[in-house]
């Protein structure tokens, strides 16, 4: 996917799932980003779409830049309920490479649709055909989209397309788009739109209630 985005050199955002989240997103919505990192994408949504945002994050580095580049932003655990944000206070609630990391997953998308109208979800699939091999021989996978030895990844949840898509199913969650995405260079992506389980490298979706 080509982004329409642009970005200023200091807050480019190279991840493609970013790019395509803030196309999407439309003018002055109201923007939750949990896990938001250093802010360039709210910092960008902020700037050309005229949204009013603010980001969460527990690094207390991440805050620093978030401050250092205009974007408000609070300090919390995302494994804990976010009470301090009232039911549907925002248009769209953003969880980008995350959910993986968090202890209960479930919960959490439940409480990113009390807060928002609606969920925007981006993870990295361990479906993935590449992925899919090196298990095969016996090895937890190292690809472009999971580049950390089991050692030294955060992600305690690993899971596919089809996976997400039953956990939507089982909770009585609306998947409204799902996005596949694939990593630069790859040399099957044409494949990706007609098997996004096994070909794409993250995925997107928009959810609801």
């Given at each position: 996917?080509?982004?329409?985005?642009?970005?200023?050199?200091?807050?480019?955002?190279?991840?493609?799932?970013?790019?395509?989240?803030?196309?999407?997103?439309?003018?002055?919505?109201?923007?939750?980003?949990?896990?938001?990192?250093?802010g360039?994408?709210?910092?960008?949504?902020?700037?050309?779409k005229?949204?009013?945002?603010?980001?969460?994050?527990?690094?207390?580095?991440?805050?620093i830049?978030?401050?250092?580049?205009?974007?408000?932003?609070?300090?919390?655990?995302?494994?804990?309920?976010?009470?301090?944000?009232?039911?549907?206070?925002?248009?769209?609630?953003?969880?980008?490479?995350?959910?993986?990391?968090?202890?209960?997953p479930?919960?959490?998308?439940?409480?990113?649709?009390?807060?928002?109208?609606?969920?925007?979800?981006?993870?990295?699939?361990?479906?993935?055909?590449?992925?899919?091999?090196?298990?095969?021989?016996?090895?937890?996978?190292?690809?472009?989209?999971?580049p950390?030895?089991?050692?030294?990844t955060?992600?305690?949840?690993?899971?596919?397309?089809?996976?997400?898509?039953?956990?939507?199913?089982?909770?009585?969650i609306?998947?409204?788009?799902?996005?596949?995405?694939?990593?630069?260079?790859?040399?099957?992506?044409?494949?990706?739109?007609?098997?996004?389980?096994?070909?794409?490298?993250?995925?997107?979706?928009?959810?609801?209630?």
């Amino acid at each position: 996917m080509t982004s329409n985005i642009k970005f200023q050199d200091t807050d480019r955002i190279t991840r493609s799932d970013l790019e395509a989240i803030a196309d999407m997103i439309p003018q002055k919505a109201k923007i939750l980003d949990l896990g938001c990192g250093p802010g360039r994408l709210l910092k960008a949504l902020k700037t050309l779409k005229q949204a009013k945002v603010m980001g969460v994050e527990l690094d207390q580095d991440m805050i620093i830049e978030c401050v250092q580049r205009g974007v408000p932003v609070v300090q919390a655990n995302l494994n804990e309920e976010l009470c301090e944000f009232p039911d549907n206070s925002y248009d769209y609630v953003i969880l980008s490479r995350t959910l993986q990391e968090v202890k209960h997953p479930d919960l959490l998308l439940t409480e990113m649709l009390r807060i928002g109208k609606h969920g925007i979800v981006s993870f990295m699939n361990f479906g993935q055909l590449e992925a899919r091999l090196q298990i095969l021989f016996g090895r937890m996978p190292v690809t472009k989209s999971l580049p950390k030895k089991w050692y030294e990844t955060s992600n305690i949840h690993p899971a596919t397309l089809a996976d997400f898509r039953n956990l939507c199913k089982d909770r009585g969650i609306r998947i409204l788009k799902e996005i596949p995405i694939s990593q630069k260079g790859d040399l099957l992506k044409f494949l990706t739109p007609l098997c996004p389980n096994l070909f794409a490298s993250n995925c997107i979706f928009v959810i609801s209630k």
